[in-house]
């Protein structure tokens, strides 16, 4: 893959749209990985630093949350804090007793929340929301629905999670720390490999290749491709007066 193409592409598809639909800010949840970080300096390289807007949505305490300040301070774009703690307190608060307590579920809550966070900021500032989320991820359904999969335009749908590193390296801009960083989803403690069982490079293999080199690992992909079909879709219409 040619990154810098790929990385201008990119930029000039985000300012096209931006002067067909007639906006000119972006909001982007920062979250201090390669997704975000990339995301956002295409945003800023296309739009202006001055139109990129970064939230920060820790869920009370987040111990990478240096990472954020540190991408935002770097591109010299405006960032804000909304700190979702309360609000997911308040509705595990509101539940109890009514609905039995579900660890997924729980976890499922936060990028819920920050999606809207950042629909609130994003109608309140004028601005367009940024989906962050890599095929990878997309393709094993490793995505909130309702959550990170709604935005207003899908910045790194059709880029592998292997890619999405390969264009962050062409930006000097960035620090290279945060392209390279560990994926985690910041809510369960562990890493999104650990959690998927799964490596970004099997998986990339797997759609580039058309295999991950490994029969079962494939199985695997294929599995969680088919039983997550419904997070990439729009939601089923029932038609009473289709036959």
Same mark, same amino acid.
């Given at each position: ?15 096209? #749209? ?7 800010? %972006? ?31 820790? !869920? ?5 949350? +240096? ?18 703690? !309360? ?5 595990? /608060? ?27 900021? /994003? ?28 935005? !207003? ?7 592998? +999670?292997?890619?999405? %590193? ?20 910041? #809510?369960?403690?562990?890493? !999104?490999?650990?959690k998927m069982g799964i490596t970004y490079q099997a998986i990339h293999d797997y759609i580039r290749n058309g295999s991950s080199g490994d029969a079962a690992t494939d199985e695997k992909i294929l599995k969680m491709y088919k039983a997550s079909a419904h997070k990439r879709s729009m939601p089923l219409v029932i038609d009473p007066f289709e036959e």
């Amino acid at each position: 893959m040619d990154a810098q193409m790929i990385r201008d592409r990119l930029v000039e598809k985000i300012r096209n #749209l931006a002067q067909r639909q007639g906006f000119s800010k %972006v909001v982007i949840g920062i979250s201090g990985g390669k997704d975000s970080t990339v995301s956002a300096a295409l945003c800023a390289r296309a739009l202006g630093k001055e139109n990129v807007i970064g939230i920060m949505m820790p !869920d009370g305490e987040q111990a990478d949350i +240096s990472d954020s300040i540190e991408l935002c301070e770097a591109l010299g774009i405006t960032h804000f804090t909304i700190n979702i703690g !309360d609000m997911h307190k308040a509705l595990l /608060a509101q539940a109890e007793g009514q609905i039995p307590f579900s660890r997924e579920s729980n976890i499922n809550v936060g990028p819920r929340l920050r999606m809207t966070s950042l629909r609130y900021a /994003a109608q309140a500032l004028g601005a367009r929301v940024v989906g962050t989320g890599n095929l990878s991820e997309s393709t094993v359904g490793y995505c909130t629905k309702d959550g990170d999969t709604s935005c !207003d335009f899908a910045l790194l749908l059709k880029l592998t +999670s292997m890619e999405v %590193v390969e264009v962050g390296l062409t930006m000097p801009e960035i620090p290279r720390h945060l392209v390279v960083k560990t994926p985690t989803d910041g #809510l369960s403690g562990m890493s !999104d490999e650990e959690k998927m069982g799964i490596t970004y490079q099997a998986i990339h293999d797997y759609i580039r290749n058309g295999s991950s080199g490994d029969a079962a690992t494939d199985e695997k992909i294929l599995k969680m491709y088919k039983a997550s079909a419904h997070k990439r879709s729009m939601p089923l219409v029932i038609d009473p007066f289709e036959e």
